[in-house]
């Protein structure tokens, strides 16, 4: 049985990266267009590709220390030798996502830009296409790295259950250190390039977003490449493995009989669910004479369909596995699956230019700047409740139908499960968010190619859509990510329990000060993290101010299109101050489990887990939806509303939509990645913290 | 010797009343300046007492439906009847505190422009000694409370001490539920009059700031009045209140043998605070020449002096109630008051213009209004960090000094000992900070009156130091209120213990999903209310404007002064809209904890009690913080860097000093509100939810 069961989710990872590579092969076939399209598409690739070499040796450092730290722990006793190699699979396979992502999208920008010249439903075709072949790279990888690690430990190395997600959880932080550079580094990079051409573009000389007078303008596309997609994919591929492995991991704890069959269940739900996005992507398609809704409705049948046929099919898995008294756990399933769905519809509430929210917001720009900031951050902090409440239901139900009231550990387990749930349908849920940045892109080029207007239209309704896409992809990625918090924080407990300490409940009582001590600090790590990633965005922003205005200073012919401006020194710029820029919040990350372990010791741990989880929560839906709704009210106003482009109200809206930037694409997603990065650290030094501790 | 103990508390409580007296007397002898003076200074006062009474009528409704509640579960057994008046009595010292406040300060608000007239000192001496009224009747008021109850609980009605701190504690909750009311109507009160005025009078009309001619200008005027007077006054008489009746509580549950003595500790050391405060006030004088240093300095000597006279007090006290093995909780007060210092220090760091972040953030505006709200949001979410680490190594310092290693009970104690110490200088701190909105009314009062410049700059010189000192007030109520919420929800729990329930360490373990949902809904609602408060900044602030612009409009010769605006009016319109507003967020309080309570049971509001308390610290840090920020990086502008007045940077400053008003005057102040009331609802319906609770 456990053979067929890893073989399951072998082939799934196969299928996901053939449905890759036959995607990938079809996009391929599409046609560049012009001569000067394939220019501009090659001065972004290769800018993309300059910079994700460069973080990557910067982070190789990084990995190279780490590996060095293990393996030093592996020697004195307090980690196994597969720890480090796992480390750094983990790590390679999220990197790896990312760039294949990023290959493809910076391959498709010029195909959808052509394409569109064609039609809206062509265009569609192909920036879909290309997002799918990311969303399929995250989910093949990462079961690809799951399943043979499980062969390897199970068949070669023969462990036991336990000692085996005990691994697997070590490339769980090899993948979030990975996806945490690459989330802020990328982060940083396109958000400094787009704040930094539009405020001396736009505002300053008062030339059109993407005019290729713009010396930063291919700075600002680079940036689409390598924070919204090569960014994402790690990001991504950090949540979906991390979900698996620690609902793995806390299904050895609750079943010891069945150990191996509760281990494969997350597994084997994950790909099904691949199969099952596949069959969705087929039912994305939409008709010439589209609208947003259209476009939207095209997107949602293909991702509810996925949802609905896993949700059919997780039922017989569940009873088939571990018997009918078990079906509670396909409720947990389920509830994850629900409560996804439903924060997405939320966040798009709360974003969307076609609700109430966001249209009141823009009508805040009317008494200028400090009202839509105002309303803005108000809006943002409301937003929180409706998740929250969401993810509290989907907590008990989960716990509670799993059996949870009869034992603490079945009803960890569920909550895992729900994660499970939730992400199952990640594959096509990604392509639709990772289309965004294609269309974002193909517009870049349309406009700096001189193609048509109608060109233009038909990217900018793409590129629309992917706004209200990306800001669902993003409520549905922090509400997973808050459930796999809570299920690594569990796997801590079991993981210091199996390295020898004598743990009470008392211990992680919020009556125990140094619970709470823990989780003040934990509390406190995300408004840091948010703090220093927003700062850098700022400085970064500002270096390229300078450059850009020095250019539109210094070379003559510029604003008459008579010289070119040096695009390549402001993607070089964007470059060195992003890599410089994520170095200090990844290593706070990594060191502060650490250090508040060796201080506080592991119940200090538990309370910073918990801290960090609940207000990173918070402060990711915060940001995401507060930097949403400013960007469309911006885009609202453009619409005409309020006085349309370049009135006062307008001019507002820039200003929102500024402070937003770095709010939803680098500090809030990166937080996601954070709350896991801190759980994940602790498993790994938990042995170290349990044997020496100052309290 | 226990009835000496009260007497002790009593007749501190006099003293301070009696200083109030004299000081108040004495600034009645100062002169009020010129009729045009009085005559302003009497409108303000009347709009100010219009304002009062109306919100005590709107008070008035909801603490008779709350008697009526309190009253049926008495009925029912669920409470004793000594709640619902103890309820009332907190309520009604409450806003008399405010009250009394209020009307020094309006009566002192010419006076102190008068003796500007004659020179700083002397102007410092009118504004100081009003601010002492408030911060001696506050104090004075809240041990008179406390005494008085425990003299009838004890020697009238025969109670034991555990029944004593139980119907103590529901004046808590009267105290915090009219406290949130004050502060919430007076914040927005306050801050929709002043933003109102500024967008249309400073940015549209181009008039200066306190402008007779801007029909805003009375209503700003009163809105100090309210806002930073009576609802401050309201707020900290709730916190000074709250800190020693949870002490009470906690000594009564760690000293079953040493009960009243343990219970009367903190009473007696707030007695001790009330005299050192007054010895230090007659230290605070200066001379002519005084730069804001010099005048910062001389506040300072008066709270150092104070401080550092109970630090020595209170040691042989301690030795001589519990006897010298109990020294430890010395310590404690000792970590608490030495805490709330360190936290006013780093709120004067990060937010006064003499120390870099601020002056960094000014620099901010030289590429506009987004980028120096991004950097005010980053300052003032870094500037958690110092208040977290300083309120972490108190509470632990705190707890393992005074026992804690070896009795929980005995720790708690410590750590509300901790929050008594840290305010026992309340009665001096709150007159540094009291002092303010004086000078600032005297400020507006010189302008509209027309007396010669140097009068403005005296009063403005006493203003902007009064920025300062309210910074530091509001760090300093921040921290407290966090270790009183701390000692609150060990109180509630020792109240779930008395009324039956069958409590284990297992009920508030980070492993119990209903811990955790509580958690999550408790970390969610200081988000909830701040976005709740700052809306209706916004929506009050937009109804203002319309005002205002109306009169510009209507009022003919208004802008050349041949016609008077109609002041009144914008009085009236603040005042609506600030009642309206103000209830909803206080419904929310009162009703969530009940709801939470009868859902997830009495395990789900202790995790919702954590998690407001440590959301709401961050919080309250944050908005408080990047508030005052702003608003010091405007000024240090007007000082004449970056263009100075007027100039693109000015204006940039000016959109980040009005986003910083809701948050520095409104939401900010009333979480530290909110995260106390939550316990106290929680400890008043505690009987009610252990009997019916759904899960």
Chains 1, 2 share one sequence.
């Not at 193909?442 to 706004?467: F, H, K, Y």
């Not at 840091?528 to 200073?553: C, D, I, K, P, Y």
Request: hydrophobic share 50%; glycine share 12%; proline share 3%.
């Amino acid at each position: 049985m456990e053979k067929y069961l890893v073989l399951a989710t072998f082939v799934g990872s196969i299928i996901a990266l053939l449905f890759v590579v036959i995607t990938a092969k079809k996009v391929l076939r599409f046609s560049e267009g012009t001569p000067l399209m394939q220019k501009i598409s090659q001065s972004i690739r290769q800018g993309a590709n300059a910079y994700l070499k460069r973080q990557y040796s910067v982070v190789g450092v990084f990995f190279a220390c780490m590996v060095v730290v293990l393996c030093v722990m592996a020697a004195c006793g307090l980690l196994t030798w597969f720890v480090p190699f796992a480390f750094l699979t983990g790590g390679f396979f999220s990197g790896l996502s990312g760039f294949i992502g990023m290959k493809i999208a910076t391959a498709s920008n010029c195909r959808t830009a052509n394409a569109c010249q064609e039609g809206l439903n062509r265009g569609l075709r192909v920036a879909f296409s290309a997002g799918s072949v990311m969303g399929f790279t995250v989910v093949g990888l990462g079961l690809l790295d799951i399943s043979v690690w499980f062969f390897l430990l199970r068949f070669v190395f023969k462990l036991e259950a336990s000692a085996i997600t005990s691994a697997m959880l070590t490339f769980g932080m090899g993948a979030s250190s990975m996806a945490l550079f690459a989330r802020v580094g990328g982060g940083i990079f396109t958000k400094a390039a787009d704040v930094g051409a539009d405020l001396v573009g736009k505002v300053e000389a008062g030339i059109p977003e993407d005019d290729p007078r713009n010396p930063a303008v291919i700075a600002d596309n680079v940036g689409d490449n390598v924070g919204d997609v090569a960014g994402m994919g790690a990001d991504l591929y950090e949540s979906y493995v991390g979900s698996i492995i620690s609902a793995s991991a806390l299904g050895v704890a609750a079943f010891s009989d069945q150990a191996f069959k509760a281990m494969a269940i997350p597994m084997v739900m994950a790909a099904i669910g691949i199969i099952c996005s596949i069959i969705g992507t087929f039912f994305v398609r939409t008709d010439e004479q589209a609208d947003q809704r259209t476009l939207l409705k095209a997107l949602s049948r293909g991702t509810n369909l996925s949802a609905i046929l896993i949700a059919i099919i997780a039922c017989p898995l569940v009873i088939l596995l571990l018997g009918k008294e078990h079906l509670g756990l396909y409720f947990a399933i389920l509830a994850g699956l629900i409560a996804g769905v439903l924060i997405g519809k939320a966040t798009e509430y709360y974003t969307s230019d076609t609700f109430k929210p966001t249209q009141d917001l823009s009508s805040k720009s009317q008494t200028g700047a400090a009202t839509i900031i105002i309303g803005g951050l108000g809006l943002g902090m409301l937003s929180t409740a409706v998740p929250i409440i969401i993810v509290a239901i989907c907590i008990l139900v989960a716990y509670l139908c799993s059996g949870g009231a009869a034992s603490t550990g079945m009803g960890l387990y569920g909550i895992a499960l729900a994660a499970v749930g939730m992400l199952s349908t990640l594959g096509i849920t990604l392509a639709t968010d990772a289309y965004g940045p294609v269309a974002d892109n193909a517009g870049g080029i349309a406009e700096m190619a001189g193609l048509a207007p109608e060109v233009r239209q038909r990217t900018d309704a793409l590129d629309s859509l992917g706004n209200t896409t990306a800001a669902t992809g993003k409520g549905f990625a922090i509400g997973s990510a808050a459930l796999t918090a809570l299920a690594l924080m569990a796997s801590y407990i079991e993981k210091v329990k199996e390295v020898g300490a004598d743990v009470t409940f008392q211990d992680f009582s919020l009556m125990n000060p140094v619970v709470l001590v823990g989780l003040f600090i934990g509390a406190c790590l995300p408004f840091v993290f948010a703090a220093l990633t927003m700062n850098s965005v700022g400085r970064a922003a500002q270096s390229v101010v300078l450059e850009v205005r020095r250019q539109f200073r210094e070379i003559t012919g510029l604003m008459d299109s008579k010289a070119d401006p040096d695009y390549a020194r402001c993607v070089d710029l964007c470059t060195k101050a992003s890599l410089h820029e994520m170095i200090l919040p990844t290593i706070i990350a990594v060191v502060c489990p650490i250090v508040v372990g060796l201080i506080l010791g592991y119940m200090g741990v538990v309370g910073m887990l918990a801290g960090a989880t609940v207000t990173g929560f918070l402060m990711a839906i915060y940001m995401a939806n507060a930097g949403g709704a400013w960007d469309n009210a911006k885009k609202y106003i453009e619409a005409g509303h309020f006085g349309g482009k370049g009135s006062d109200c307008h001019k507002a809206g820039v200003v929102g939509d500024t402070v937003g930037d770095p709010f939803k694409d680098t500090s809030g997603p990166a937080i996601n990645i954070l709350i896991k990065l801190l759980s994940m650290v602790s498993i790994v030094f938990a042995g170290l913290v349990v044997n020496f501790h100052l309290l």
